[in-house]
């Protein structure tokens, strides 16, 4: 069997540690978030701003089945970096063989049920009027891909937990850039419009997936497993559950929550306000790629060292990423607070002949995404504390309190928020309840973390 070096994780400084593993996760990120952006934009000046509204109704349901290879990946790396920790070495290969299993049974169910209900689930994802027609084909189309998805998302985590973050990046990068040049040739040269979208969007989790194959099969990866791996073990299955759940419980209250937006938005604004939102939600996956890249180094860093009873360097390891996760959200907070609307104006533009509801969405966004989206994010520089603090619970295997904390901001706080706030302040209740959820999510995270921490690490 292959030597799994991972030691470093256990020896070196946490600051050039943590540095040397957020860096490439958050180019990753990084890059990723830019190819969902400019994505937005392409489709924006090509297609039109009924099509940014199409594209965000469908992503609650996709992103959805994926984050189920997220959620996999995420809870079997958390055992694997325990494992390699404590130099447990086939339990951390039996994990990674039936993380592959897992992800395959579960996301392959999950993509026929979503086909054979598509004609409901687009319009309660908010898919109505002249939203449904384009949804519908971006939909159909991107379903085929997201079990590829659902395998990058996993192994993604798991080259994270081999202690191989420049690969990961690598593996989020490919199929970003290989998206944005078939976007150019699928919908500006061919111009076949939203089934052109789709198609490139497809055919990056294909690019993506192939990549991470090839990083399995080679001598990179030292994690060799064989055929006896992928049979289902029941301890392990229950531990993945139990700290997946937790990733997977945020998407779902993610996918919730675009559900209840779009349709609240819908209500406040028709398809236009849908847009809007549209631009704000891409601007919360682009913008904190810093932020959400520490939390990523971190994972493993804490996993490792918890496993190996270092305790001194997991709480070392909860400081530097608060600090570092801490700056970097602040400068977007920055970047987003003076420039709210030039970066609008990237998403649209006016073309010759184009329809008069297109040109009225248009004005109406340029209009109103600015102030919503400094409302949106006008708690940024505090999120450290609250993403951190949850990604320690779930790095150390504790499932029931890094379930609780995830779920603070959006089930607890935002969504009751965004169902109350609306009915008094209109559209201005749906954007403050964004800053009020952040606020309320970090103290709770803060005072659960803080005591952690004296109780266990030290």
């Known amino acids: 069997m292959a030597k799994v070096s991972s030691d470093q994780l256990g020896a070196e400084p946490i600051g050039k540690l943590l540095i040397r593993q957020a860096v490439p996760a958050s180019i990753g990120i990084l890059v990723m978030s830019l190819n969902i952006l400019v994505d937005t934009i392409f489709v924006g000046n090509w297609i039109g701003s009924i099509a940014i509204a199409a594209i965000n109704v469908v992503l609650p349901v996709s992103f959805f089945i994926a984050a189920l290879g997220m959620a996999i990946g995420i809870g079997g790396s958390s055992i694997i970096s325990r494992a390699l920790g404590a130099d447990h070495k086939e339990k951390a290969l039996k994990t990674f063989g039936n993380q592959i299993t897992l992800t395959l049974l579960v996301t392959i169910s999950m993509v026929v049920l979503g086909l054979y209900y598509v004609d409901a689930l687009i319009p309660a994802f908010g898919g109505k009027g002249a939203i449904f027609d384009p949804a519908k084909i971006y939909y159909i189309i991107v379903l085929y891909g997201v079990p590829f998805l659902a395998l990058c998302m996993m192994g993604n985590t798991v080259i994270r937990a081999e202690g191989k973050p420049k690969y990961a990046m690598i593996a989020m990068i490919i199929p970003s850039i290989g998206n944005l040049v078939l976007d150019y040739i699928f919908i500006y040269v061919l111009n076949w419009g939203m089934a052109g979208a789709a198609w490139a969007t497809t055919a990056g989790y294909l690019m993506c997936f192939a990549y991470i194959f090839y990083f399995f099969r080679s001598k990179n990866s030292e994690l060799k497993i064989n055929w006896s791996h992928f049979g289902l073990d029941r301890n392990i299955l229950r531990e993945i559950g139990g700290l997946?759940?937790?990733?997977?419980?945020?998407?779902?209250?993610?996918?919730?929550?675009?559900?209840?937006?779009?349709?609240?938005?819908?209500?406040?604004?028709?398809?236009?306000?849908?847009?809007?939102?549209?631009?704000?939600?891409?601007?919360?996956?682009?913008?904190?790629?810093?932020?959400?890249?520490?939390?990523?180094?971190?994972?493993?860093?804490?996993?490792?060292?918890?496993?190996?009873?270092?305790?001194?360097?997991?709480?070392?390891?909860?400081?530097?990423?608060?600090?570092?996760?801490?700056?970097?959200?602040?400068?977007?907070?920055?970047?987003?607070?003076?420039?709210?609307?030039?970066?609008?104006?990237?998403?649209?533009?006016?073309k010759p002949n184009m329809p008069a509801l297109e040109l009225a969405t248009n004005a109406f966004v340029l209009e109103h995404t600015p102030a919503a989206m400094r409302w949106v994010f006008a708690a940024t520089p505090i999120i450290a504390l609250q993403l951190i603090g949850a990604a320690y619970f779930q790095a150390v295997g504790k499932a029931v309190p890094a379930l609780l904390l995830t779920l603070t901001r959006q089930g607890f706080f935002f969504i009751p928020l965004i169902l109350i706030l609306p009915n008094f302040l209109g559209e201005l209740g749906v954007w403050i309840s964004f800053p009020i959820a952040d606020l309320l999510a970090t103290l709770v995270t803060g005072f659960y973390l803080r005591k952690e921490v004296k109780k266990v690490l030290t």
């Open 244 to 350: 997946g759940f937790v990733t997977l419980s945020r998407q779902a209250v993610t996918s919730i929550t675009y559900l209840l937006m779009n349709n609240i938005l819908f209500s406040l604004g028709g398809e236009p306000m849908v847009a809007v939102y549209a631009i704000i939600g891409r601007m919360l996956m682009f913008a904190l790629f810093p932020v959400y890249g520490v939390t990523q180094g971190f994972l493993p860093i804490a996993g490792y060292n918890y496993g190996s009873q270092k305790y001194g360097r997991v709480r070392q390891s909860i400081n530097t990423a608060i600090k570092y996760a801490a700056f970097v959200a602040t400068l977007v907070f920055v970047v987003l607070m003076v420039f709210p609307a030039e970066i609008t104006s990237l998403f649209l533009s006016d």
